[in-house]
């Protein structure tokens, strides 16, 4: 690091002071509001729903099973997940182009749990200005209470939030029960722990600072942005020059604009802007500075909507598209991976095997005078049904299976292996040959599956 | 402004060594996040190990999934903290200067 360089940037040594965003009231903020509260309420609530004697969403860790309701991903079904990520992804851009920071404002975990600990933090230390006074003032015992319960609020809040966490990969009843009997095992407990503790600094101590610092997708959010992409702006042609007057002159003979320059729309801010310079990347579109704004133009008896939720195009007076290349693109996408993928879910065949050839021997000469080769077959049966299981050989000649039983009996949700025992006569098959076996469920024709494997015979 | 203190006028800024730690830390744990799943999508760490001398390499999945995302996560630090490292002893760019882009056109 050079010298010039840190003077640049503020120099190392700047000292990070805390913003104190002042409460607001306002339509967006109770929409934020009612975000919280279904996002959260999802969260905490879903692992404790059943589901036919299991929770309903369990990403069953340990045992490599992922439950979502009625559907059970295994490891093979990796690609689902994959798929899942990518429409998540496309459904970010398509919104952002649509209607900029959105997710931002109101669903980003970040946003939501920070607005959780603001609310902690009022309810302990009081508004804006007596959390300023409280934080400049003497420790007193009252300060020491009220620190005390802000941080016991915060800190129970985060434990929970850490223990519904590890609830999502391990059921969590057992979990609960570990917890209150202080049997919790060493990497739940340290996992609780972990995302607690990462909850408690992210929503209390570091907040929109993360925005600022640590979000990529507040840096490229920009890229998917256009004339028409629905932005929190400031309206300068009918704000400004902004300066303050009187209640009842007539602002526009004094050359004044519809701004008062009360600075709400600065104070309202968790991020610290200035609306009024710009479209800033900082900027998290919570729409504090439109409430804030709203309540003062109401105030002074003008028009609301100086500052507000509108298109480049639009403050310009020229006509809203919302139908334009950029956001037909992104929904033809997202329709045809959404279609595709409900598609593939529905249609992903239930039933899997592997077939791994035994080590110890390459081959065996049987007295009858035939070839034999072992194989360990494994049966895979994602079904919600217990199956019986046939097994057929193809692709030798005169070839002939031999196994425990005339049917294997697999579990619903297990994995069965069986050694077979794959024959044919000698001569028919010289050297190394494919092998395809294949599995049909006796109770439903249509689940099967086979695979492939080796047949190694000696070469005469 | 007089009215408003620096906190209120988005001069708030983290100290450089925070800022360091932030963009270190963070992008390593979502790369960790991603390469876990797509590692263990595949592998079954209780099944990893040396195939002449058990035990395997991890006693529990759990402990297998928790000790490969560390180790992601410790590698894909390392990668950022270089990456960073390079960005910010690099030499600044030239000061732009006033003479036209299409230097030729302008030549005598």
Redesign the interface.
């Known amino acids: 690091m050079t010298a010039p360089d840190a003077a640049q940037d503020g120099g190392l040594y700047a000292t990070r002071q805390k913003i104190y965003p002042r409460e607001i009231g306002g339509r967006f903020q109770r929409l934020r509001v009612i975000a919280v509260f279904v996002l959260l309420g999802i969260y905490y609530v879903l692992p404790w729903i059943p589901w036919g004697g299991r929770q309903a969403v369990l990403f069953d860790l340990p045992a490599r099973k992922f439950h979502i309701f009625a559907l059970t991903l295994w490891p093979q079904d990796f690609y689902f997940l994959t798929w899942l990520l990518v429409i998540a992804a496309l459904s970010l851009f398509f919104f952002t182009a649509l209607a900029g920071r959105l997710f931002c404002g109101y669903a980003c975990p970040q946003t939501v749990w920070t607005e959780t600990f603001l609310w902690m933090e009022r309810l302990a230390e009081g508004s804006r200005s007596q959390q300023m006074k409280l934080a400049r003032a003497p420790w007193t015992a009252e300060k020491f209470l009220r620190k005390a319960a802000k941080q016991l609020m915060w800190i129970t809040f985060a434990l929970w939030t850490g223990f519904t966490f590890v609830g999502y990969f391990t059921p969590i009843t057992e979990l609960a029960g570990k917890i209150a009997s202080f049997s919790t095992g060493p990497w739940e407990t340290f996992w609780v722990l972990f995302y607690g503790g990462a909850t408690y600094v992210n929503a209390g101590f570091m907040r929109e600072q993360v925005c600022k610092y640590m979000c990529p997708y507040a840096r490229f959010q920009s890229a998917m942005f256009d004339r028409d992409t629905l932005i929190i702006t400031y309206d300068e042609r009918r704000g400004e020059p902004r300066g303050a007057r009187k209640k009842g002159t007539d602002h526009k003979a004094k050359g004044l604009g519809d701004c008062v320059d009360c600075t709400m729309c600065v104070q309202v801010c968790p991020t610290g802007i200035d609306i009024r310079e710009g479209l800033q990347y900082e900027c998290i579109a919570c729409a504090a500075c439109i409430d804030a704004c709203d309540e003062v133009m109401d105030k002074v008896g003008y028009p609301r909507g100086l500052i507000r939720y509108d298109t480049q195009s639009g403050l310009e007076g020229k006509r809203k598209r919302v139908l334009r290349p950029r956001t037909m693109v992104y929904a033809t996408l997202l329709a045809v991976l959404v279609a595709g993928f409900a598609v593939t879910l529905s249609g992903r065949s239930v039933v899997g095997i592997d077939v791994i050839r035994d080590r110890n021997a390459l081959y065996r000469e049987r007295p009858d005078g035939r070839i034999e080769n072992v194989y360990n077959v494994k049966i895979l049966n994602k079904d919600r049904n217990a199956h019986e299981f046939r097994i057929t050989a193809s692709g030798l000649p005169g070839v002939e299976v031999d196994y425990t039983g005339p049917t294997v009996w697999v579990a619903p949700g297990a994995v069965q292996s069986v050694p077979v025992r794959v024959r044919v006569p000698r001569g028919s098959v010289q050297g190394g040959t494919d092998l395809v076996l294949s599995i049909a469920a006796t109770d439903r024709p249509d689940l099967t599956a086979s695979g492939k494997a080796r047949f190694i015979a000696p070469t005469d | 402004?007089p009215?408003?203190?620096?906190?209120?006028?988005?001069?708030?800024?983290?100290?450089?060594?925070?800022?360091d730690v932030?963009?270190v830390t963070?992008?390593s744990f979502l790369v960790a996040s991603v390469a876990t799943?797509?590692c263990f999508?595949?592998i079954?760490p209780v099944l990893v190990g040396n195939d002449d001398y058990p035990p395997p390499a991890f006693a529990?999945?759990?402990?297998g999934?928790?000790i490969g995302f560390f180790f992601f996560w410790l590698i894909s630090a390392l990668s950022s903290l270089l990456t960073l490292y390079l960005a910010?002893?690099a030499h600044?760019e030239p000061p732009e200067t006033d003479k036209p882009d299409d230097w030729t056109r302008s030549a005598p």
């Open positions: 402004m009215l408003l203190g620096d906190e209120y006028t988005g001069t708030v800024r983290w100290p450089r060594l925070r800022q932030a963009i963070w992008p799943m797509i999508a595949f079954d529990t999945r759990m402990s999934y928790a910010r002893t600044p």
